[in-house]
C-alpha cells in the first residue's frame, strides 16, 4: 500500500494510522504503538507522534505502508 503526502512534509505515526482506517479511534493507535506491535523502516517503534517521511515504511499486522511525496 503507498499513501501521498499531499502539501505536507510529514504525517504523525499515529494520524497515520488512523487516517487509512488501521485503527478505529486515536487510543487504540497508541496502545498498538506502546505495545510494539508497529514498524517503521523496520525497526520497532513507540513513539506515538513520531514524523513519518517520504520514503518511510511503515507495517502493522500484514499491512505495510509506502510513504510517497
Known sequence: MEFQLKEQEY??????????SLVGTGGEAKIRILEGEVFVNGEECNVIRKKIVPGDA????????????
Not at 511503515?58 to 511525496?69: A, N, P, R, S, T
Open 11 to 20: 504525517i504523525q505515526l499515529n494520524n497515520l494510522l488512523k487516517t487509512l
Open 58 to 69: 511503515v507495517e502493522i499486522g500484514d499491512v505495510k505502508i509506502l510513504i510517497k511525496d
